[in-house]
């Protein structure tokens, strides 16, 4: 009881700051918008009928799926090596390893992109060089674009998925790949063959945290995509504050909500069934 | 096993994407040209003079770290006696607790803002200092709860059985010895949750208004219209404070620690 009661200023913070909103968006995703664009208080699921059979929105919730998984994807490919070599370090590496991969977390999203665009823009780095070695005539186009938010979004993704292979591999017995390779096995047999079969649930773990992440970022869509590149989470944006369409961004956000919950559910799932099994 | 030479290849690959924007970064905002050029037609400190001296970037910064410095200190406030019940105490529903308080972590920024937007709105509590510290402990407090516990956790139980059995009640012992023994984690928590705060974007960007701004949202709007050098220089100086703190809770408790989930 005393456990509660030590609790109790910070659960009511989280209640005010939490809960209410919450409910709020719930109650305001039921109201109706009239044909003036003014907001009447009612109790309809119109909202929620209006963004199902629009098929503007059943593309955009196509594209956010398609950028979020394969971003997620490429996330955690390019993070099993770091993780890897994070566990295979000697004690004296390990810690600043897994610090110049997680240290990204910290830094404002914002700011990496502007180096993003700094590297991928038209007068940027990758551009520079293309050009300056005669590879291509015109600028090459990595930003404002699809591509530009996936790089971007990839990049925000990995120290995340990193932290959760780092957890999940720590669990992995390297006597298994000592043995394979004693028995004959070279470094890519014994990765492909044992490595990786054991990795399996930490990479599906850590592909659906970022796949979670993924499908909600704003930021990167919105800076990298230059305004053309719409998702569902831009979408909610403009019509909270450029439409001012209360009822459609709150039912689109409960929307979102649903489907992330499914998600998570799946998440801990894995969870469950890769603990029992390590 | 030691690493395979592939292996390090493809590790440094990986730590070459998560680094590369930091440099680029710092390259660029040295830069004497007018745009986010490379590389830069020539090196100058003038992009850093327009930062300083830009009105509303920097009344946005003072904003940015007031409302950072009460947040964290509300989150440690309210925050440092759950993590004390969740570390040490046991309890019916601790589990349940601890899942309650963590809640807020899981949801997208983006939907948390519009929730608040809609409530605060009709009460005239947008862009307001209650409605941003509001939205800012939605996630600072789940931070410093989660970091707080852990530092708890690391305190040995065995002194604070010392203590009741020299005659301490449960409450002194709890404040003269497990509390200090976690001050280093405290302040670690207490650093991290400003960051978190300091850097917030998404939710402010539902609870600011031309009356009171943070300095991402300001930097976030900035970028969305124009990328030139100043907004590098912003970067950077964002960048060099992050590490700093980095490296102050790094020396505390290990920052790996201190984000690791178990």
């Known amino acids: 009881m005393i456990g509660w009661l030590l609790a109790a200023p910070a659960l009511a913070v989280l209640a005010l700051a939490f809960l209410w909103p919450m409910a709020g968006l719930f109650r305001i995703s039921l109201n109706r918008t009239t044909e003036t664009g003014a907001m009447e208080t009612a109790l309809t699921t119109e909202s929620y009928g209006k963004l199902l059979g629009d098929e503007f929105i059943r593309e955009l919730v196509w594209n956010t799926l398609v950028l979020a998984g394969s971003s997620a994807a490429i996330a955690v490919a390019l ?27 910290l830094v404002s999203g914002t700011a990496r992109l502007i180096g993003w665009m700094a590297i991928l823009g038209d007068n940027g780095l990758i551009n520079a060089l293309l050009m300056g070695l005669g590879l291509r ?4 186009p990595l930003i404002n674009n699809w591509t530009g938010v996936r790089i971007g979004l990839v990049e925000s993704l990995m120290p995340y998925a990193v932290l959760v292979l780092i957890a999940g591999l720590g669990r992995l017995d390297p006597r298994l790949e000592e043995a394979a390779a004693t028995l004959g096995a070279g470094r890519v047999r014994t990765f492909f063959r044992v490595t990786l079969p054991l990795a399996a649930p930490a990479l599906l773990a850590a592909w659906l945290l970022a796949l979670v992440l993924g499908i909600s970022a704003f930021i990167t869509p919105r800076l990298m995509g230059g305004g053309r590149v719409f998702v569902l989470a831009t979408e909610i944006y403009d019509q909270a504050l450029e439409y001012v369409n209360w009822p459609a961004a709150s039912a689109l956000a409960m929307l979102l ?3 992330l919950v499914l998600l998570m559910l799946l998440r801990a799932a894995v969870a469950k069934f890769a603990g029992g099994r390590a | ?44 400190l003038r992009w850093y003079e327009a930062l300083f001296t830009h009105a509303g970037l920097m009344s ?46 899981l949801l997208p920024t983006l939907v948390l803002g519009l929730g608040l937007l809609l409530v605060l709105q009709p009460l005239g509590l947008v862009a307001t200092w209650p409605g941003l510290m509001l939205g800012h402990s939605l996630v600072a407090i789940p931070f410093a709860v989660r970091i707080m516990t852990t530092a708890f956790a690391a305190v040995p139980k065995e002194l604070e059985a010392a203590a009741w ?7 002194r012992a709890a404040l003269r010895v497990t509390l200090p023994n976690a001050a280093p984690g405290a302040i670690a928590a207490g650093v991290l949750t400003f960051l978190v705060s300091f850097d917030e974007t998404v939710i402010s960007l539902f609870l600011v208004g031309p009356r009171l701004t943070t300095l991402p949202v300001e930097m976030f709007r900035y970028a969305e219209r124009t990328t030139d050098p100043l907004i590098a220089a912003l970067a950077m100086s964002l960048i060099v404070f992050a590490l700093l703190m980095v490296a102050v809770v790094e020396r505390l408790m290990g920052f790996t620690r201190a984000m690791g989930r178990d």
């Open chain 1, 79 to 105: 993070a099993l090596p770091v993780a890897l070599m994070v566990r295979a370090a000697s004690p004296r590496w390990r810690g600043p390893l897994a610090l110049m991969a997680i240290a990204p977390l």
């Open chain 1, 137 to 140: 005539e015109t600028p090459w």
């Open chain 1, 257 to 259: 909500l649903g489907g």
């Open chain 2, 1 to 44: 096993m030691r690493p395979s030479w592939m292996l390090r290849l493809f590790a440094a690959f990986g730590l070459l994407v998560l680094l590369a924007p930091g440099a680029l970064v710092l390259v660029v905002s040295f830069s004497a040209g007018d745009f986010l050029t490379f590389p830069p037609p020539g090196f100058s």
């Open chain 2, 60 to 105: 946005a910064l003072a904003t940015s770290a007031l409302l950072a410095a009460a947040v964290s200190a509300l989150a440690l406030l309210v925050g440092a006696p759950a993590a004390y019940a969740i570390a040490r105490l046991d309890f019916p529903g601790r589990g349940v607790l601890a899942t309650l308080l963590m809640a807020p972590l």
């Open chain 2, 165 to 171: 059995t020299l005659g301490a009640t449960p409450l």
